[in-house]
C-alpha cells in the first residue's frame, strides 16, 4: 500500500487526475474500497495537509485534492454505503462571516476520508446552537476566516455548555493559525491546522467516544 | 534623543530609497479605528468621505504613523462592480452575494467606469481633501484590489479556483476585464494625490496558489497591470507567504512587498539584498492581546531584523489592523519606534554584542 501513497500525493498535488485516478484503480484491485480510501487516500491528504502548514503546499491544491478524492471516494463509496463512518455524529459550520472556502475543504476531506458530515452551512450563533442542540451533535467543527468570527466561538461554547450538550469543538481558519493560543482563549477542544488535522482530530474523539 | 529632522515624506522616500532616514518609518494601516475616534459605528464612518478625512487625520496625529491610508475596505470595489456590502458592528465589512454567479456570466461582464462611479467617489474625494491638508509632507497611500485577487469578491473562493483550473479561457477573459478596471481605478486615485498604490494581491502568495501557477498567472496579471499604473506601488500579500516568489515579485516592477507574519523579515531582507523594499510584519491578530511591553519587543524585533540600510517600513502583516487592538498597544508600537527606530540603530550592533 506505502507504494501508492506518495504517487497518489503527488498525482494529486500536481493536479494530475488521470494518473491518479488510475493509481486508485489499481489499488483497488489489490483492496477493498474502505481500505484503499483508509491507507492510500487518507495518508496522501494527510500528507498533503500536512505540507500545506509547512508552507510548502498551496490552499489551492489541498482544495482540488480533496474536491477530486471527495469524488473519487463518493464513486466507491457511496453516502448510503454501510462502510462510511457515520459516528460520531458530527457538522462543520461556517460561523459568521460569509468566507466558506476552508469549510469546503474541510468537508471534502472528511467525506474524502470516508466519514459523513452534517453541512451546516453559514450559520450564526444562536441558530448554530440550536441546531446542534436538536442534531444531538458529539463533534463540531467551526470554520472562520475573520477575527470577529473567531472570537464568537467563545459564545457557542459557552451556550452549549450551559445546555448541557455533550458536543466536542474543532475550530480552524486563518485567525487561529496566527494566534496559536486563540483556540483555547475561547474554549474550543482542538484547533485543526488543516483539513487533515480535523480528520486526525475526529478519529481520535471517536476512539474515546467508544 | 535628537529630534526629528525629516517629514514622514522624506523619511518614507528615503527608506525607498535604500538609505538610512532619521527614523523607522511606520506604516500603521489603521482604517476602522477611525471609527472610534470619532465615535461611530462603522457603517456610520464609511458613510461619507468627510468621517474618513477627520478619523484618518485623528490616527495620524495620535498614532505618528508616517502615511495617511484612506482605504475604506475591499467590499468597496465590489459596490462599484453592483455587489453588496454586509456592515459588522467590530470588523471589517464583508463583500456580499457574489456578481459572477455563473461561469457564463463573465462573458456578459460589463467594467464599471471609475469616474461615474459612486461608491468609488467617497475614497477618491478622501484622497483629494487630505492632499490638501498634508500636501507632499506624508505619503498618501491608495488601494485596489489585484485583478488576479478580485474575483474572490466577485464569484466566491471556491467557484474562482475552480475556474482558473478548469476553464482557462474564461479565465482570461475575467483578467482582462479587471485589470482595465484595476489600472484605471489605480490611476484616479494617484490623480487625487494618492502617492502610491497598494497591490493588495493575496491569492498570487504561496499560501493560495502554488508557484509555478503563480508565474503563469498571477504574476502575468501583476505585470501587466503594475506597468500601467502611473505611480509608484507597493505588493501586498494580505499575510499570505510570498518568500520563495521574491524574484518573480520583483520581476512585477513592484518597489515594496509586504511580508506575513509567518516568514522571517531577516530572512525576507537578505533575499530583497536592496531590489525591492521589505514592510511588515507585526502580527495583527496577535496585537489583539499584546500588552505595551510586548507592543515595545515586537517592534524591536523586527527593527533589528530588517531596518539597518533602509529599505524597510514597519508596519502589520496584513495591511489592516483590527479593530480589537487596543489605543495602549497602537501607541506602544509607536513609542517603540521613537525609542529604537531612530537611525544609525547602533543599538543592535550593542545588542548583538552583549
Known amino acids: 500500500m506505502e507504494t501508492y501513497i506518495s504517487p497518489f500525493r503527488d498525482a494529486l498535488k500536481a493536479l494530475d487526475r488521470a494518473e491518479a485516478e488510475d493509481l486508485f484503480e489499481r489499488a483497488l484491485r489489490q483492496y477493498t474500497p474502505l481500505e484503499a480510501v483508509e491507507k ?63 469549510k469546503r475543504i474541510v468537508y471534502s476531506v472528511m467525506r474524502a476520508s470516508g466519514f459523513e458530515v452534517f453541512d451546516y452551512g453559514r450559520m450564526d450563533v444562536d441558530a448554530l446552537v440550536k441546531r446542534a442542540v ?29 445546555q448541557g450538550a455533550n458536543v466536542k469543538i474543532v475550530v480552524g481558519g486563518a485567525p487561529f493559525l496566527f494566534d496559536d493560543q486563540l483556540w483555547q482563549e475561547v474554549g474550543a477542544d482542538a484547533m485543526g491546522k488543516s483539513a487533515a488535522d480535523a480528520v486526525s482530530i475526529v478519529e481520535r474523539w471517536m476512539g474515546d467516544m467508544q | 534623543m535628537n529630534h526629528l529632522t525629516m517629514s514622514s515624506m522624506q523619511r518614507t522616500l528615503t527608506a525607498l530609497g535604500q538609505q ?29 468621505a468627510e468621517s474618513v478625512i477627520e478619523g484618518q487625520m485623528r490616527l495620524h496625529r495620535k498614532y505618528r504613523s ?27 465589512p464583508l463583500c456580499g452575494a457574489p456578481v459572477i454567479l455563473r461561469p457564463e456570466d463573465i462573458d456578459r461582464l460589463q467594467v464599471p467606469q471609475v469616474a461615474s462611479s459612486v461608491p468609488l467617489a467617497k475614497p477618491l474625494a478622501t484622497i483629494r481633501a487630505l492632499k490638501q491638508q498634508v500636501g507632499d509632507t506624508v505619503p498618501i497611500i491608495g488601494v485596489v484590489i489585484s485583478p488576479f485577487s478580485l474575483p474572490v469578491m466577485q464569484m466566491g473562493f471556491h467557484a474562482y479556483l475552480d475556474l482558473m483550473h478548469e476553464q482557462p479561457e474564461r479565465f482570461d477573459k475575467l483578467m482582462q476585464a479587471n485589470e482595465s478596471f484595476a489600472v484605471a481605478w489605480a490611476n484616479a486615485q494617484l490623480e487625487a494625490g494618492a502617492t502610491a498604490i497598494c497591490y493588495f ?96 519587543e515586537e517592534v524591536k524585533s523586527a527593527i533589528a531584523k530588517a531596518a539597518r540600510g533602509g529599505g524597510f517600513i514597519l508596519a502589520d502583516n496584513h495591511g489592516e489592523i483590527p479593530w480589537q487592538v487596543s489605543e495602549d498597544v497602537l501607541l506602544a508600537i509607536g513609542d517603540a519606534v521613537q525609542r529604537w527606530g531612530r537611525y544609525p540603530l547602533s543599538w543592535i550592533t550593542d545588542h548583538a554584542c552583549h
Not at chain 2, 21 to 48: C, M, R
Not at chain 2, 204 to 217: C, E, M
Not at chain 2, 230 to 238: D, N, Q, R
Open chain 2, 201 to 296: 494581491d493575496p491569492v498570487s502568495s504561496s499560501t493560495i496558489v502554488p508557484p509555478a501557477l503563480y508565474r503563469r498567472t498571477g504574476m502575468q496579471v501583476a505585470r501587466r497591470t503594475i506597468a500601467q499604473i502611473k505611480g509608484p506601488t507597493a505588493t501586498h500579500m494580505a499575510s499570505g507567504r510570498a518568500l520563495g516568489i521574491v524574484d518573480d515579485i520583483i520581476a512585477t516592477g513592484t518597489a515594496v512587498i509586504g511580508v506575513s507574519a509567518q516568514e522571517d523579515l531577516a530572512q525576507w531582507k537578505r533575499a530583497a539584498a536592496g531590489r525591492i523594499n521589505v514592510m511588515g510584519n507585526l502580527n495583527g491578530i496577535e496585537m489583539r492581546r499584546w500588552t505595551p511591553q510586548q507592543a515595545e
Open chain 1, 134 to 162: 436538536d442534531d444531538r451533535l458529539r463533534v463540531l467543527m467551526i470554520s472562520v476566516l475573520i477575527l470577529p468570527s473567531a472570537l464568537k466561538v467563545r459564545e457557542v461554547c459557552a451556550q452549549l455548555k450551559a
Open chain 1, 40 to 102: 492510500v487516500v487518507v495518508p496522501a491528504l494527510e500528507q498533503i495537509g500536512a505540507e500545506w502548514h509547512e508552507g510548502t503546499v498551496a490552499l489551492s491544491q489541498v482544495y482540488m485534492s480533496g474536491r477530486f478524492c471527495e469524488a473519487l471516494v463518493d464513486r466507491v463509496l457511496p453516502p448510503s454505503d454501510p462502510d462510511r463512518k457515520h459516528q460520531p455524529r458530527s457538522a462543520i459550520v461556517v460561523l459568521s462571516d460569509y468566507h466558506d472556502l476552508g
Open chain 2, 66 to 92: 508616517d502615511c495617511l491610508y484612506p482605504f475604506f475596505y475591499a467590499s468597496l470595489e465590489m459596490e462599484a462592480w453592483g455587489g453588496s456590502t454586509l456592515f459588522l458592528p467590530d470588523g471589517p
Open chain 2, 20 to 48: 538610512e532616514p532619521d527614523q523607522v518609518p511606520l506604516f500603521l494601516l489603521t482604517t476602522l479605528h477611525g471609527a472610534k475616534e470619532l465615535n461611530l459605528s462603522i457603517e456610520d464612518y464609511f458613510s461619507s
